[in-house]
């Protein structure tokens, strides 16, 4: 019984119910600080500043509301995924963190061993993140006058160059997904740039255009081997 609980649907459903609360208590825990201020001295935003507010933050960032969750779920799975979006840098941190504990461990992401590492190394680096931008807090105010202009400039590299290194890990397992995602995302990107499309659309295409490869390279596969039976 216990086995059938920790392989089936029934864990993955109380993963789920637990992530949602504590989405529910995080979203509570950002307000108490605009609620304390509102409460004792009085101080809250107008309503129409606040959607304007929430326009820009939409209009920045409303496509990776939709993107990241998608994209990132194969590596992350269910635990991780909600643990990534309570304490942020999806991207930067959190999904890089989950595959290299899926790499040292040699298991697969998309599978339950994968999920658990994707887990304990999701959850290893909130502890290092909070613990690194503490420390920064207080002294990096402090350091970063006094370093190189050319290294300072180099932190913008950090994060395509982390995005680099996980679509590689990941590539790698099947190489016709990795370059087809990369050959057809180059395309769309040269079409878009040529039409002028928005950013943000072109990320939802691009997106889907990786989902529609490798779903189209597993139904092939699967009808290759159907034939082959046959």
Not at 11 to 37: D, E, V
Not at 88 to 113: F, Y
Not at 116 to 129: D, E, L, N, Q, Y
Not at 141 to 163: D, E, R
Request: net charge positive.
């Amino acid at each position: 019984m216990h086995a059938e609980f920790n392989t089936g649907s029934e864990f993955n459903k109380t993963l789920i119910t637990l992530g949602i609360a504590t989405l529910c208590f995080a979203l509570i825990a950002n307000f108490i600080p605009a609620i304390y201020l509102f409460v004792f001295h009085g101080i809250i935003p107008k309503g129409e500043d606040i959607l304007k507010i929430w326009g820009v933050a939409a209009a920045t960032y409303g496509v990776s509301w939709v993107v990241q969750p998608i994209a990132y779920y194969g590596v992350l799975g269910t635990s991780g995924s909600y643990i990534t979006w309570v304490a942020g840098s999806a991207g930067d941190i959190r999904l890089p963190a989950a595959a290299m504990a899926q790499k040292v461990a040699g298991v697969e992401s998309g599978t339950h061993e994968g999920d658990i590492m994707a887990t304990i190394g999701v959850a290893s680096s909130v502890f290092v993140s909070v613990a690194f931008v503490t420390l920064f807090t207080f002294i990096g105010a402090n350091v970063l006058p006094h370093l190189p202009q050319f290294f300072i400039k180099s932190f913008s590299f950090i994060l395509p160059a982390l995005f680099a290194a996980v679509y590689m890990e990941v590539a790698r397992k099947d190489i016709r997904a990795g370059v087809g995602g990369i050959v057809v995302a180059m395309i769309l990107t040269y079409i878009g740039i040529q039409l002028k499309a928005p950013g943000w659309a072109m990320t939802l295409i691009i997106v889907a255009s990786g989902v529609a490869v490798n779903r189209i390279l597993y139904v092939y596969d699967r009808s290759k081997k159907g034939t082959e039976k046959a």
